[in-house]
């Protein structure tokens, strides 16, 4: 379909999340949609923080609840709460959101990433993933599709993700293949477990399209996730598999992909992404959710986010710079100008003092907050074209820096960077 054709809008409705899209972009594919979950609504295109083990490094639940605009979806790991605290006492608690003091809405993943992240502790078979414990080298546990489920009812995630078979995205040929075969399996018996679980009523349940960097692989994962059958048990899809080290003239043209052949009616979520060009690249490509643990990990490096692009604090030219990081943030660091200066951070970033984490971590989120934020006001008032245009001139300064995979992608929706002008209206 034409990105600029006149579309209807999509409401779609399972039990623990109900989607409607509320604006569309007349140029590019963007969208703003409202997800309502258990723990209130989440307006997309939106970006979600991680948080490993339940609660963000450097920063409090109470500090993530604060932050305006504020962050209504963060991402937590199941393999990792499986290990520390484990299921057993989150069942206990009552799950994640009494444990950490989080009261709004939680996704985690399936613990499928540990396949590459910790591969030299797992060994994958049919059945699941044995991993050997990172934190005791001398135990092991088999995480099975079911097994993955069971501890993300632990959790008591709003939105739970399938077990998948995650190689690297560099993989090819018949390792590539069996993975995405693999995932399609593992699908269909998280889906069994899910149902057994009775737990449909107040969790949601996301596939995961896989198949590299091979578009035949990934049409036929996306035919078979998106089947009858399978569809009218899944009230969301992620494109997994990406965010690699693959090239990035071939990631958005994966993303673009995906995206187009997902269905309108449910929410698109692209995993791993995190820099500003990435988020709002793939928003005009038609993706509603992301996750990255870049802001808050730059954060712990001293590198500040802000829309005229990132300030690394541990230089000496900020040593006597007695501005904030960003005098229109409304940050608890930055407190619109009346905040702490870059000189004082920049000393405490040099000083590797925790504070200096919590400070910049609390306004790198914020900073991603805002921007997508300012992209969901973009695409309602239909001046998306104009913001990407906008973001990249006051982020890259000049027009040779643009990142030549994202002028191609935006391209291909109906934005030229380099001419700064919005394409007209059809």
């Not at 290990?83 to 003091?101: N, S």
Request: proline share 6%; hydrophobic share 40%.
């Amino acid at each position: 379909m034409d990105a600029s054709a006149p579309r209807p809008p999509f409401t779609s409705a399972s039990p623990a999340l109900h989607f409607e899209v509320l604006a569309r972009c007349s140029t590019t594919r963007a969208r703003v949609s409202r997800m309502t979950l258990p723990h209130g609504p989440v307006d997309t295109p939106t970006f979600m923080p991680v948080a490993t083990q339940a609660t963000m490094k450097s920063v409090t639940s109470a500090q993530l609840e604060s932050i305006d605009p504020p962050i209504n979806l963060h991402l937590a790991n199941t393999f990792h709460m499986s290990q520390r605290p484990t299921a057993e006492l989150l069942d206990i608690v009552g799950g994640v959101h009494r444990y950490a003091g989080f009261r709004r809405n939680l996704l985690t993943d399936s613990g499928g990433f540990q396949m590459v992240s910790l591969v030299k502790l797992s060994r994958v078979e049919e059945e699941g993933v044995l991993f050997a414990n990172p934190y005791d080298p001398s135990k092991s546990s088999l995480l099975t599709p079911e097994r993955s489920m069971q501890i993300q009812h632990s959790i008591g995630a709003d939105i739970m993700m399938q077990l998948d078979d995650v190689v690297s995205s560099l993989t090819t040929g018949a390792r590539m293949e069996e993975a995405m075969w693999r995932s399609i399996r593992w699908l269909d018996r998280c889906l069994a477990e899910h149902a057994r679980s009775g737990k449909a009523t107040t969790q949601n349940l996301f596939a995961i399209v896989q198949g590299g960097l091979d578009p035949i692989l990934r049409d036929q994962c996306l035919v078979a996730m998106t089947s009858p059958e399978r569809a009218i048990q899944i009230p969301g899809y992620a494109i997994g598999g990406l965010s690699g080290g693959e090239e990035k003239t071939v990631f958005w043209q994966i993303v673009k992909q995906c995206a187009a052949k997902l269905p309108e009616d449910k929410p698109r979520y692209c995993m791993g992404i995190g820099y500003g060009e990435d988020l709002l690249v793939c928003a005009a490509l038609g993706v509603d959710l992301a996750d990255c643990v870049y802001p808050t990990r730059t954060a712990r490096f001293g590198v500040a986010l802000t829309f005229n692009g990132p300030l690394n604090l541990r230089s000496k030219i900020y040593s006597e710079d007695f501005s904030v990081i960003d005098p229109e943030c409304s940050c608890a660091t930055c407190d619109k100008g009346e905040g702490m200066s870059r000189a004082a951070l920049a000393a405490l970033v040099v000083g590797k003092e925790a504070a200096s984490a919590s400070a910049v971590t609390v306004h790198n989120l914020t900073y991603q907050s805002a921007l997508m934020h300012r992209a969901r006001e973009a695409i309602m008032e239909d001046r998306f074209p104009q913001y990407l245009i906008d973001f990249f001139a006051g982020f890259f300064k000049s027009k040779d820096k643009y990142p030549e995979w994202a002028v191609a992608a935006l391209q291909s929706v109906g934005v030229d960077l380099m001419t700064g002008v919005p394409t007209p209206k059809a």
